[in-house]
């Protein structure tokens, strides 16, 4: 190390904060190195040590971070959500931090504690955030990077994140790590907003995961196909229309065989899902907002229900399923069917979290750039989709688009697929497959189609039963009526204006 100061500092060296360092390395930075375990911070030495890019200065304490930077201090913490960041933060407090020092959480906080350490240590430092997704391999050759916080600190911030991140060409297809073009990389708004936006993105995903898992539970289990010819199907639609991460490597799942039986590996698998809390916290948000995301709650419920492996050991054993055993299925019709039915699905998906984003970005008065959003989600994350850059467009054609699914290149495309979807959700309802992501998706999207809804025999029950009032459609409706079902002779009575 020479006697330069360093750039920008990384507390934790874990997976992401080490990855994170190292990328930040090959893109020629500085960078001190700080973790409470000895042996995290020699792998970070050796694996620095081996690059011969940048240099790396491995420090024994946090005041010896705090004197190696360069000012304003830049720190990023990669450390565990919750208690773990505002510990560390006390840490650097003791040490000596600065008003004008940057502090950056990289970690998946949820949003609303993002806010809440930003009104708490403001006159201390200048609190920042980055929510990064990619997982390991894109921390360490380019993650894409949903920043928020200070716009001040952007600026100081911008030049180092945008080198890491993931980066696309002019047609929105990603880069080879180290290229040159258009980084994945963007400033969301106020202190809260990037872990928002990630958080929404990880709903998405747990939804785009759910709907993959259900087209491969009915090949698999009504037209019989062994795994390994599942994979094929899905490594030729990520030639097409479907083409994403997650379709990519789920055909490379499917035809991994295990080493030991010489089966395919994912019959090897328990069929119980694990959840780290992002898809829940969507959920939870989208029913605190009002705004509904079936799809991505339903993923979340999917998770859970796979869990209750016993019971659902049981019921299998004990409950019959009537199907209707007539039904002919032709297997290249149904591949068909399931692909558009995949399609149709992924993009109520997409639909429900962009506008969960544009409801909370309303009430937390934030100003939030779709477009922007959807061309950083193209590369270096989870659901990296060759779809995101036409809702880039879309949303750079109409930045205030009332739903994504009324933009004429999808309204078109779900006008194409659409009997499709619904034949496929028909006959796995018929044939006792459960596909509760692919039908809640057709749920959504025949409700949000529905001029009218029953929603109003809903209000006469509540007014019914609670007095709780209702308007008429022949009158405005800030209007209030209460019919006085219980007494005779039966009235209206006008309550409000």
């Not at 002919?328 to 962009?354: M, P, R, V």
């Not at 979807?421 to 459960?434: D, I, M, P, Q, T």
């Amino acid at each position: 190390m020479t006697d330069t100061l360093c750039n920008i500092a990384m507390i934790g060296l874990g997976v992401m904060g080490r990855n994170l360092a190292l990328n930040l390395l090959d893109n020629q930075f500085k960078v001190a190195g700080f973790d409470l375990n000895p042996k995290l911070v020699k792998q970070a030495q050796d694996e620095a040590s081996q690059l011969g890019k940048g240099q790396f200065l491995s420090c024994q304490s946090l005041a010896e971070i705090l004197s190696s930077l360069e000012k304003p201090r830049i720190i990023a913490l990669s450390v565990p959500a919750g208690k773990a960041v505002d510990s560390v933060i006390a840490s650097l407090i003791d040490a000596g931090i600065e008003a004008n020092d940057i502090v950056i959480d990289t970690g998946n906080s949820l949003w609303t504690d993002t806010i809440a350490r930003d009104e708490t240590y403001n006159t201390l430092f200048k609190f920042f955030s980055t929510a990064v997704s990619g997982g390991e391999i894109g921390a360490r050759f380019g993650p894409a990077l949903m920043a928020s916080g200070c716009a001040a600190s952007w600026q100081h911030i911008q030049p180092m994140w945008e080198a890491i991140a993931a980066k696309v060409d002019q047609s929105g297809l990603q880069l080879p790590p180290l290229s040159s073009g258009e980084p994945c990389a963007a400033y969301i708004g106020p202190s809260g907003s990037g872990h928002y936006v990630k958080m929404v993105h990880n709903g998405i995903e747990y939804a785009d995961m759910q709907l993959i898992c259900e087209v491969y539970q009915f090949l698999h289990q009504v037209l019989n196909m062994p795994a390994r010819e599942i994979g094929q199907v899905f490594a030729q639609w990520n030639k097409g229309i479907l083409n994403s991460y997650l379709m990519e490597i789920s055909a490379d799942i499917l035809q991994q065989q295990d080493p030991a039986t010489k089966k395919p590996l994912v019959e090897m698998i328990l069929d119980k899902a694990g959840q780290k809390g992002t898809g829940l916290w969507t959920a939870v948000t989208s029913l605190e907002a009002g705004c509904p995301a079936p799809t991505i709650a339903q993923a979340v419920y999917a998770r859970s229900l796979s869990g209750l492996k016993d019971q659902r050991t049981l019921a299998a054993k004990s409950l019959q399923v009537i199907t209707d055993t007539a039904i002919s299925i032709n297997k290249d019709t149904a591949i068909e069917q399931l692909h558009d039915a995949l399609y149709c699905a992924k993009l109520c998906a997409y639909a429900q979290g962009f506008e969960l984003m544009k409801t909370t970005a309303q009430q937390q008065d934030w100003q939030l750039d779709f477009a922007s959003i959807a061309k950083i989600w193209r590369a270096g994350c989870i659901i990296r989709a060759i779809f995101l850059q036409s809702i880039a467009d879309a949303y750079t054609a109409q930045p205030e688009l009332n739903n994504l699914l009324l933009d004429s290149t999808f309204s078109h495309e779900l006008e194409l697929r659409q009997l499709n979807w619904r034949k496929a959700v028909a006959n796995a309802s018929l044939l006792g497959v459960s596909c509760p992501g692919i039908s809640s998706a057709l749920n959504y999207f025949d409700a949000m189609c529905s001029e009218t809804l029953p929603a109003n025999l809903l209000q006469a029950q509540r007014d019914y039963f609670g007095s709780h009032t209702y308007s008429r459609i022949d009158r405005p409706e800030d209007e209030k009526f209460h019919f006085m079902w219980n007494q005779s002779p039966r009235t209206e009575v006008k309550i409000s204006d």
